[in-house]
């Protein structure tokens, strides 16, 4: 039988070591193909011990009730440095984290799925429109533009270009937005608006907004009994 559970490994870009990990399900087999999602951790989990980002969001829902996720997921790290984000080598350290778990563990390349929490979930958008059709799905949670949006009048305009570029990038690809109403970062009259310009491009973005909630949106997201079934549903092919 194959080792399951949350599974430690280690891949080295631009000269420098990441750890990751990997969770398969206890009834993982190596017979079929398997749909993969890519989880992106938010600021707070930011290090190099590989571990944090199987903590909080998506991997705190799995240890919760693990029998709602018929699926992998991979947990790439962002090293704990200033300015850090899912851009540029960060966001090819995930993508290449990704790529090795299609080869070892026989993922589906048409269900490929990609969600974050804040930074994670700023940079699902930002991953998404970089390289667009490589995701099935996507589910950003509270995705947090501010190091962008630095003023109260360029948060009180939604984004404007920033969001459109985004948007038109990331075309018809379906998507799931969570936000906490009493969030500040961002505020959710920004992420209506983000809501508003995905919805011009794509025919399919849902939006949830948690009444009583702040920037911890991500818990009761990846709680929600219709979000891994939805995701699931999508394949690159329809």
Do not use: K
């Not at 430690?8 to 070591?17: E, F, I, K, Q, S």
């Not at 989990?45 to 799995?62: F, Q, Y």
């Not at 984000?85 to 026989?106: C, I, K, P, Y």
Request: charged share 20%.
């Amino acid at each position: 039988m194959p080792e399951t559970g949350f599974l430690d490994r280690v891949l080295n870009v631009a000269g420098r070591r990441y750890r990751y990990q990997v969770y398969l399900p206890s009834f993982y087999t190596t017979d079929r193909s398997w749909p993969i999602i890519l989880f992106l951790h938010g600021a707070g989990e930011c290090g190099e011990d590989g571990l944090l980002p199987t903590e909080v969001g998506i991997g705190s829902a799995i240890r919760r009730n693990a029998r709602v996720f018929p699926c992998l997921v991979v947990f790439p790290q962002a090293p704990q440095v200033e300015g850090c984000s899912w851009r540029g080598e960060m966001a090819v350290m995930a993508l290449r984290a990704l790529d090795r778990t299609v080869a070892e563990f026989r993922g589906d390349p048409r269900r490929l799925y990609l969600t974050g929490l804040s930074m994670g979930g700023s940079g699902t958008l930002r991953i998404a429109a970089e390289y667009p059709g490589r995701f099935a799905a996507l589910v950003p949670v509270c995705p947090d533009f501010s190091d962008e949006l630095d003023g109260p009048h360029r948060a009180e305009q939604g984004g404007g270009d920033l969001f459109d570029a985004l948007a038109r990038a990331i075309g018809p690809t379906p998507v799931w937005l969570f936000q906490g109403a009493l969030d500040e970062h961002p505020p959710a009259v920004v992420a209506r608006r983000l809501v508003g310009t995905l919805s011009r491009y794509s025919p399919e973005v849902r939006y949830t907004e948690y009444r009583d909630v702040g920037h911890n949106a991500w818990d009761p997201a990846y709680d929600e009994p219709d979000l891994i079934p939805w995701l699931l549903s999508h394949s690159r092919n329809g």
